[in-house]
């Protein structure tokens, strides 16, 4: 029963440096998305992927940017990490549109940008 | 008006007390609506869709007023594993995008 298995799960970054956060799930969900959750915020959408094949620009794409792998992965890239980018980070799926049957959520990432 | 409000709280309860929240929303064309629970540190989970008629899961009651713009969730005989963050989600139309989640309302339920 894994569910939606992100990793890693905690992440310290220097500012300039790149890195991957990955994203998984067993559940032969269509759709997938990268939300950032931040104090005072909110859930934020970053990016998503309506099926596998497709990737859209959410709320707060900028810099950042998505693949999806296949119809279970979908990683979420910073090719250059920013103070600003610190901040909790859920990718979640869902069987179709997100009006149907809710999300189920990864555990997230923690990740500091320092 | 924000597209989609809520108290943050906390709100502070006994253990057997029945507690209420509400979440407002700006859109009147919102479609769909959901109510989310988040544990410290955790990530969401679904907690129960909300219909036009109301509909209820054991302890919890969820509404909607479609007239006044706003979901409720009432949560009776509160336990302590209820504390928690209750998120409430709104969504405007079929776009994956039109979906705003509110930044929540925490409940502590004491002994």
């Known amino acids: 029963n894994a569910g939606v298995t992100q990793t890693p799960k905690f992440q310290v970054l220097k500012t300039g440096q790149s890195m991957t956060l990955q994203c998984a799930q067993d559940m032969n969900h269509n759709s997938m998305y990268w939300y950032r959750q931040d104090p005072g915020m909110g859930l934020r959408l970053i990016y998503y992927s309506a099926s596998e094949g497709t990737t859209d620009k959410g709320e707060v794409p900028n810099g950042y940017n998505v693949s999806r792998l296949n119809k279970r992965e979908f990683s979420l890239r910073l090719e250059s990490a920013a103070p600003s980018q610190t901040s909790v980070y859920f990718c979640?799926?869902?069987?179709?549109?997100?009006?149907?049957?809710?999300?189920?959520f990864g555990s997230g990432t923690r990740l500091t940008v320092v | 008006r924000k597209e989609v409000e809520q108290d943050p709280g906390p709100f502070n309860v006994p253990e057997g007390a029945t507690v209420a929240f509400n979440c407002t929303y700006s859109?009147?064309?919102?479609?769909?609506f959901f109510w989310y629970r988040q544990d410290c540190r955790k990530e969401p989970k679904l907690l129960m869709s909300v219909y036009s008629s109301g509909n209820e899961d054991g302890r919890f009651t969820a509404q909607l007023n479609r007239a006044s713009q706003y979901i409720s969730l009432l949560i009776r005989d509160s336990k302590l594993s209820d504390s928690a963050t209750y998120l409430c989600v709104v969504i405007r139309g079929r776009g994956y995008s039109t979906l705003t989640f509110g930044k929540g309302t925490m409940l502590l339920v004491s002994p």
């Open positions: 979640a799926s869902s069987e179709a549109g997100p009006a149907n049957y809710g999300y189920t």
């Open positions: 859109n009147s064309a919102s479609q769909s």
